[in-house]
């Protein structure tokens, strides 16, 4: 079994920057991929970036060249990089864990929230 709890959110000023964490515990050798999802208030969850074991990275269009999606050494911590934030970006973002067995795992989420 494998357990996500993110950590990092908070307010921002747009044009401002976060960095979001996700620490994995548990089973992570049965993690075959990560990523960061994110919901907005009176939306639908959205899917922001993902990175493979072999350490890919794919981003969503509304992202791109402004977010980082990486892992630490130890393989067991996810990280989001934000970068020239903008309001657009206020949501809750969840950490995601695809496991061998093609099973999904959720944390609970942190909450960004981008205003000046």
């Known amino acids: 079994q494998v357990q996500l709890v993110e950590s990092g959110g908070g307010l921002v000023q747009p044009g401002g920057s976060l960095r979001l964490s996700c620490a994995a515990s548990g089973n992570i050798f049965s993690i075959y991929s990560m990523g960061w999802y994110r919901q907005a208030p009176g939306k639908g969850r959205e899917w922001v970036a993902r990175?493979?074991?072999?350490?890919?990275?794919n981003y969503a269009q509304s992202v791109k060249g402004r977010f980082t999606i990486s892992r630490g050494n130890a393989k067991n911590t996810m990280y989001l990089q934000m970068n020239g934030l903008r309001p657009e970006d206020t949501a809750l973002y969840y950490c995601?864990?695809?496991?061998?067995?093609?099973?999904?795992?959720w944390g609970q989420g942190t909450l960004v929230t981008v205003s000046s």
């Open positions: 995601n864990a695809t496991l061998g067995d093609y099973s999904e795992v």
């Open positions: 990175i493979s074991a072999g350490g890919t990275t």
